[in-house]
Each structure stands twice: as C-alpha cells, then as structure tokens.
C-alpha cells in the first residue's frame, strides 16, 4: 500500500454548502488526505442541479461550513463557458492529483471538460471516483455522457465491485476497488436512552431504521409492505422510523400507509435530518433495514457500522458484500415476505448477537484504508 503524501490535491464534487452523502464523503476524504500531509482544496458546484433534477425542498445546508477545509464554489454544471474557464484556472494551480466524484451521467459534460482542460498542465493525474456507473433512473444522454467522462480520467476507484465491473465494460484503464469507508462524521453513538429521550421515543419499543432520501429504487414501499406482515403486526413491541426527505411524491407511500393502517407502527421524520441529529436515529434504532431495489453501494450501511447496527439488506448490487449475512444482520430478497421474515430473524436472535463481527469489520473500512487504495493509483500509467 502507498501513502499519498506531500501532494497537491484537488477534490472535485459536491461539497459544503451543498447536502447530502456525496457532499459527506468528499469532505471526510479532504480531511484525512490532510491527515497525511498533503495540501487539499475541494471545488464544488456553483451550480449543481437543475431544478426538475431535485424534487426535495433545498439543495443547501444550514449551518457553517466544516472547519478547515478549503471550499470553493465554482463549477456550473449547465455552463460550458465555465468548464472552460475553471479547468484553465485548475490547469494553472497544476495540481499533482485531481479526485473527480461521478455519480450521474448529467454531470459528465461538466466535470470531464474541466478535468480534460486542467491536465493540459502535463502535471496533472485525474482520478475517477466512481460512486454509480449506470444511473438508478435513466435518461436521454446518459451512454455519451458517461464515456466522455471516462476517457478524460487517467485511473478509477470504485466503492463496489459492481461498479468496477460496469467500468471494465468500457475502459481498460487502471481501476480498482475499495469499500466504502464508515461514515464517522456524524458524532459518536449515544446511550439509547439519551437518543430516545432526544427523538421523544417510547422506551418501550424495539425501532427499525430507514435512513436516507426517499426515491423509488430505494424500496420503502417493499418495508411497508412488510411492516403490514401479520407476523410484525403481532410484534406489536416492534416500530418503524422513517427517516428522510421524500425525493419524489410522497402520495403512495400515504396510500400504503393507509391501506394497511400502519400509522401506529411507524415514526414518520419525513424531512432532511441535520448532521448533528443522525447519531441519535441511529443510536436509538436496534436494526437499520435497507430495502432497496436496486443498489450499488451504500453510505447507509457504512452509517451502521460506525453506530455498530446489524442491518436488514437486499440481495441486490453491492449490499451483500458489505453485510454478509448471518454475521452483519441478513441479506434477503427484495420482496416483503422475505424483508419481514429478516427483520423477525434478527430480532429473535437479538441485535447484540452480531456485535462482535460488525465492530471487528468496522476497522476494515477505514478512511485510512481507503486512501492507502487510492495511493496504488497514483503512480499508474
């Protein structure tokens, strides 16, 4: 494993003041390359999203800034004049590594043309980190977009072997992957007691958690489905906490939830959870369920390991890679009778069972770890 030391860095993605788990990673991943001595700035969007691209209330975060990081708001993602010219500003700083965040084909045009125009420096190494290849929801463009992306980056590294998978189908260059790290960036985990005074829970319950925005791969309809399982029903020590911002209308799932009568079962905190408010959902959660449809990694499960939570996954995408099953919680398939009957399994076995494996395989996922990873890419040709 090589460290990267000494270096000029450069993080291009969302960041501060933008939300959200990409915003999360770049900036832990600026910290601990400064950990190691290198001198790091990140340069994120002016610019992200248009606004039929965000369904959710607002793309900006409240509160300060992270303390000492170098943020600069600079790239319009719908501006081809401004790729030029923030490239040509990166090509004049000649960073020793630019670390570009790719997550949806749309940004395509915009990252690689500003990556393109600043390793026109001759010192410049573009490294891709590629959070999804292939979209969740797809659209016009997604294909072009994707491969002119890849063809200005230099080398890739991947949070799933999925994803490094979908990279070999179009690129030769070198890639490698490395799990996701633990999002530890939340705070410590809270006694239980203090998290459920804090969210006003009732003691007495055993809570299931769902974390995350809301958006229909996610398969939150599938874990209502299972919530209205008459063996959970007869659990009636067991709730829900949905925890999220809806990213796309709300209305079917208020159908479920009517439907099969589930409101006594659930906690509804339907809107953006502060940063400094997540250690207390997932303190206050005996088990994380991620019932998604489909997946490539997840922050969510990394989430749960720095909170040391057995999860409830689908078989789907990089999930069970993560969470082994029967040692990290139980991997199941993306179907309602199969999500109750894990969510059963865990509960009958008890959370505190899995402790000890999923404090051991916290340590593998290490930000350490995975900068080390990204060092075996620095020298490649």
């Known amino acids: 494993m090589t460290t990267i030391t000494n270096k000029k860095i450069v993080i291009l993605g969302p960041a501060h003041p933008l939300r959200g788990g990409l915003a999360a990673f770049n900036e832990r ?32 975060a409240e509160g300060a800034a992270p303390a000492g990081l170098r943020i600069r708001r600079s790239v319009h993602s719908m501006n081809p004049l401004n790729w030029l010219r923030i490239g040509a500003q990166l090509r004049k700083q000649a960073p020793d590594i630019i670390i570009v965040a790719f997550w949806l ?107 995350g925005f809301i958006r229909g791969y996610k398969g939150l309809d599938l874990l209502l489905e299972a919530m209205a399982d008459a063996r959970l029903r007869a659990r009636n020590d067991v709730k829900l906490i949905i925890a999220g ?52 990694q997840s922050g969510i499960s990394q989430m749960a390991y720095h909170f040391e939570k057995p999860m409830v996954v689908t078989n789907v995408g990089g999930l069970p890679e993560i969470v082994p099953d029967g040692k990290a919680g139980y991997v199941v398939a993306p179907e309602p009778a199969a999500i109750a009957d894990g969510i059963l399994r865990l509960l009958d ?3 505190a069972s899995f402790s000890s494996f999923i404090s051991e395989q916290k340590q593998r996922y290490s930000w350490r770890s995975f900068t080390l990873a990204l060092g075996n890419l620095q020298d490649t040709q």
């Open 349 to 351: 076995q008890g959370p």
């Open 105 to 211: 084909p749309l940004m395509g045009p915009s990252l690689g043309t500003v990556v393109k125009q600043a390793k026109k420096s001759g010192k410049t190494k573009v490294i891709g980190l590629i959070h999804n290849l292939i979209p969740h929801e797809k659209r016009p463009g997604d294909v072009p977009f994707t491969h002119y992306f890849v063809r200005q980056c230099d080398a890739f590294i991947t949070l799933s072997q999925e994803v490094l998978d979908d990279l070999r189908r179009i690129t030769q260059k070198p890639a490698i992957f490395s799990p996701h790290p633990v999002y530890d960036n939340f705070g410590d985990a809270v006694p239980r007691q203090e998290a459920i005074k804090a969210l006003h829970l009732d003691a007495g319950k055993k809570y299931l958690l769902f974390f």
């Open 29 to 60: 991943l600026a910290h601990e390359l400064m950990l190691q001595g290198n001198e790091v700035s990140i340069e994120t969007f002016s610019f992200q999203y248009p606004s039929f691209m965000f369904p959710g209330k607002t793309q900006f």
């Open 245 to 296: 911002e809806f990213y796309e209308d709300r209305s079917k799932y208020d159908n479920l939830i009517a439907q099969h009568r589930l409101s006594d079962q659930l906690v509804l905190a339907t809107d953006f959870i502060p940063n400094e408010q997540v250690k207390y959902y997932f303190s206050a959660a005996d088990a994380i369920v991620q019932p998604y449809r489909t997946a490539t």
